[in-house]
């Protein structure tokens, strides 16, 4: 099933994307790519389905300009693409700043096609609220400018009014979460501090939150738990100006087929 048109998907009043976290991924050659796509091709594929996606490799390296411009040279100009900042960034924090040059030459492509959607930081569980996180965060929007800044906390210290209302302050977007309802984790629950709501999907596998990272993502949603964000979302839309949906439960294409899902579900709610 094919989700709406990228073009017509950005000529809509409020501008709905829904895409996924990443797209190249062997075992989703069988369940969404079609037998025997070679991974050249996949983002070909994926183009004509989705309207945004996010390059979450970047986050392991950074990847090379001329890497960069092929990506972005397969897709439209102006096609959305989110970049995850580099793990120096969010969890090796130690070397924060040191390979910033080096990201945004990468990035360049994408900048001169009009497609660098922003920069998506995901902190870990261990990134607790306190000063020096707070101005890692300033400095970060700083850094990063002029492209907008997603973040996302794992840690529920940060789901607190005055965060928000710093976010808000320093030009830097909340990405709201969907994963299990365990102690210590971010609710689920869209928050606005800019003019985007950016939600990512990671599953509810509460069994395996803590366990090992591959089965931490291992979850398909049912059409009734899309069906709760979408009635969510339909209560924050008036404050934003675009939706983005990503989803990172990304096993044997199961995040492709709960963004197909959601676009299904969400036919006509942007209108």
Known sequence: MKGPAPQEQRERAHSLFIGTSGYSFE?????????????????DFYLERFPTVEINAMYYR???PSVMAQIGGRAPEGY???VKAHKSLTHERHEAWKLLPEWRKSIEPLVARNQMAGALLQFPYAFRLSEASLEHLRRAGLELAPHPVFVEFRHISWIRPDVFAF???????FVSVDEPALPGLVPSQPVVTGRVLYVRFHGRNAAHWWGAQGDRYDYLYSAGELTEWREKI???R??????YLFFNNCHQGQAASNAQMMQALMEGETE
């Open 27 to 43: 075992d989703w050659v069988g369940p969404f790519y079609p037998p025997g796509t070679p991974r050249g091709k996949m983002f």
């Open 62 to 64: 950074i990847l090379p």
């Open 80 to 82: 959305p693409i989110v």
């Open 167 to 173: 976010l808000r302050e320093h030009g830097l977007q």
């Open 234 to 236: 339909k209560k924050v």
């Open 238 to 243: 008036d404050q934003v100006d675009a939706t």
